[in-house]
Structure formats: structure tokens, C-alpha cells
């Protein structure tokens, strides 16, 4: 993609062969691409798809995200209540 250009979501997961589901899991764990919002429609940029490779290549996620995501929760969870 050239660096002007930017991606809808459904773009993006098509172009990294991911699922709506997965990319809205790993959105949930804070894994996901940086976007921006224009006019209601979240965007995704170039250089931002860039930096979320580098970074899933850098630390990937093991285990799949559902077990992250969970512990994510739980930690979350645990965060508040001891408040």
C-alpha cells in the first residue's frame, strides 16, 4: 500500500488474512493497529499497518488471543476490585 493510502478494517483483515473476530480480539487485548477517525469510519494507515506488523513480529501472541484476551480480563478485573 503506498504511504498515502489508508484501509477500512474489513481491507485490512482481508489483507492480513485475519478475521473480523480475531482483529475485534486483538483490538480488545490493546494488539490491534493504531486508527484514525474521520466522519464515524475508522481508518487504518499505511504506516500504522507498518508498525502493527513490526510489532506483532517483535512480540507475537502465544497461545492464541482468546487465552491472552482472558487474562487481560482477569488482570483488569482484579485491577478495579482492589481499588
Known amino acids: 500500500m503506498p504511504p498515502e493510502q489508508a484501509e477500512s478494517i474489513p481491507q485490512f483483515?482481508?489483507?492480513n488474512k485475519l478475521s473480523r473476530s480475531t482483529f475485534g480480539?486483538?483490538?480488545s487485548i490493546w494488539r490491534g493497529p493504531d486508527m484514525l477517525i474521520?466522519?464515524?469510519r475508522k481508518i487504518i494507515?499505511?504506516?500504522a499497518e507498518?508498525?502493527?506488523r513490526a510489532s506483532m513480529?517483535?512480540?507475537p501472541i502465544l497461545g492464541g488471543v482468546r487465552p491472552a484476551a482472558q487474562k487481560a480480563r482477569?488482570?483488569?478485573i482484579n485491577a478495579s476490585g482492589a481499588a
Open 45 to 47: 494507515t499505511s504506516e
Open 50 to 52: 507498518a508498525a502493527w
Open 74 to 76: 482477569a488482570a483488569a
Open 57 to 59: 513480529a517483535e512480540s
Open 38 to 40: 474521520i466522519g464515524g
Open 25 to 27: 480480539n486483538l483490538c
Open 13 to 15: 483483515c482481508l489483507n
